[in-house]
């Protein structure tokens, strides 16, 4: 232990170390963090980078609770865009934007337990998920697809029947972003969004999924890292008292567990540093402090122990604020490990499927599943009166820059699943510095089969595709982000997401399969 923490009492060391969620580089335990768990860390967090296999997952996740069986293993698996367990092939999963298209809160239920049956069958007990953000602006960086959509009373059913899919099958669910994200044109991982709407507003849209969610027992929220002055004019949400203690605990009445956005985002980062952050954070009432999608060592583990260590010292941050998010912390394992104890049912196979070539998938999370496939097709939707193709094609894929939650090792698009249905097929990835007659040269005689993302953001994607259609009217459009641009093509399929089930689902209708 550092000189800081030697004349502090056990107990508030321990304490310290239960609120933090970090994250940790490589696909096995480091040393340094089981040594941590050893001494009071409750909760880790894994990313993309410390997923390899099922097998290997499964393994990690016990080596982390043969020193802890109560551990939380905590993961941002929303499915559809933003994935960890299939990071490097796409989701067997749409997203929510999708289920929101499709609107059968049924399915979303059975999406939802099938894939918290994936994450315990990992060992996985804690996802960061679901987005319940209200995507009222269209031009919103960050959330977009991640949104079940721009109607309040349409997001709070579909957040309640995943919530109760994912917990149904002992996987904590954690709805975010506490008060809500939709209505920002700024990624809070870049800066400080602030939403300037009244409170009316607030609580007849943001706040409606939230209440809904509660209601329906969500074991954790996450807080957002946004300004909304009509609530505290002077500290984002993360931060802020009024917004934490005052609107989620005593108004809402929630009584589960807090858990902040990451708190290396630069909207927290490069405004308070994350030491301080995290301070401010407990005391305003949040009860775990997630950090590790960009820091990930040792070193920040201690910072964020020293620094909740000395502001007890100090007074800054009332020794029972801490106790008492400790004590959440811990109850929420127990929940998990109770869970684990009765048994709970998990598919026989269950995650057999993760890391295995698309081609050879059902498209589901175990033999005989494919709810995942299932809904990207209900999702689809297709207009125009051009038929599918007769040939093998040319796919030009679009391709915007990704954001920070999605990533961009993640592949996504039409190309490979209509490659296998149409063999010959051919595809170019464009971006925004490329011309049309780029394309039309790639594509020879081939048909062209222009893929976009939120082509309602990006000029440039609609400008090529004004170029394409008017030299190749024929040309399918196929939009897999937020279907916000008129229709336009000989054909147009909206996928509502870029999961590679998404894909799949348009490549069938494009073979005419």
Not at 340 to 356: F, K, L, N, Q
């Amino acid at each position: 232990m550092t000189t800081l923490v030697r004349g502090a009492s056990p107990t508030l060391v321990r304490d310290a170390l239960t609120v933090l969620q970090p994250g940790f580089t490589g696909t096995t335990p480091p040393d340094w963090l089981l040594r941590r768990i050893g001494e009071g860390l409750s909760s880790v967090g894994l990313f993309g980078r410390n997923i390899a296999s099922p097998d290997q997952l499964a393994a990690l996740t016990a080596r982390l609770r043969a020193e802890r069986d109560d551990v939380l293993v905590a993961i941002d698996e929303e499915g559809g865009d933003v994935t960890r367990l299939e990071v490097r092939s796409g989701s067997s999963f749409p997203g929510n934007l999708a289920l929101g298209t499709v609107d059968d809160t049924g399915l979303t239920r059975a999406v939802a337990a099938e894939l918290g049956r994936r994450l315990a069958a990992c060992g996985v007990d804690f996802n960061w998920a679901p987005s319940a953000d209200v995507n009222s602006d269209p031009a919103n960086p960050v959330i977009g697809v991640r949104s079940f959509g721009a109607d309040p009373h349409l997001a709070a059913r579909h957040t309640v029947a995943y919530v109760e899919g994912l917990q149904s099958v002992g996987v904590v669910a954690c709805t975010k972003h506490f008060p809500g994200h939709g209505d920002t044109n700024v990624d809070s991982h870049l800066a400080m969004p602030r939403i300037d709407v009244d409170l009316a507003t607030l609580h007849a849209r943001e706040l409606v999924p939230f209440r809904a969610a509660i209601a329906a027992g969500s074991k954790s929220v996450m807080s957002a890292h946004i300004l909304l002055p009509a609530l505290d004019p002077d500290r984002p949400a993360t931060l802020s008292p009024q917004i934490l203690t005052g609107l989620l605990r005593r108004e809402l009445g929630y009584e589960g567990l807090i858990v902040t956005d990451g708190m290396e985002m630069q909207a927290i980062a490069s405004t308070y540093g994350i030491e301080r952050g995290s301070v401010l954070a407990l005391a305003a009432g949040a009860d775990a402090i997630c950090v590790g999608g960009g820091l990930a060592d040792e070193e920040t583990v201690l910072r964020l122990r020293d620094a909740l260590v000395e502001a007890v010292r100090t007074g800054e941050l009332p020794e029972e604020r801490l106790a008492d998010a400790a004590a959440r912390v811990r109850a929420l394992a127990s929940w998990t490990q109770a869970h684990r104890a009765r048994g709970a049912e998990t598919e026989p196979g269950a995650a057999s499927e993760v890391g295995v070539p698309p081609a050879k998938r059902g498209g589901g999370t175990a033999p005989g599943t494919d709810i995942g496939l299932v809904a990207a097709r209900r999702a689809l939707r297709v207009t125009g009166a051009g038929g599918p193709l007769t040939a093998p094609a040319h796919v030009a894929a679009f391709t915007p820059a990704t954001n920070i939650a999605v990533g961009d090792e993640t592949p996504w698009g039409v190309g490979p699943e209509l490659a296998r249905l149409m063999p010959g097929t051919t595809t170019g990835t464009y971006a925004a510095d490329t011309a049309a007659d780029r394309v039309l040269r790639d594509a020879g005689e081939r048909r062209i089969v222009a893929v976009v993302r939120d082509v309602h953001r990006h000029p440039w994607m609609a400008g090529a595709l004004d170029a394409l259609l008017a030299v190749r009217p024929d040309t399918v459009v196929v939009e897999m982000g937020v279907n916000q641009a008129p229709a336009r093509g000989a054909l147009h399929i909206a996928t509502h997401g870029a999961a590679r089930v998404c894909g799949t689902a348009a490549a069938e209708v494009l073979a005419g399969a």
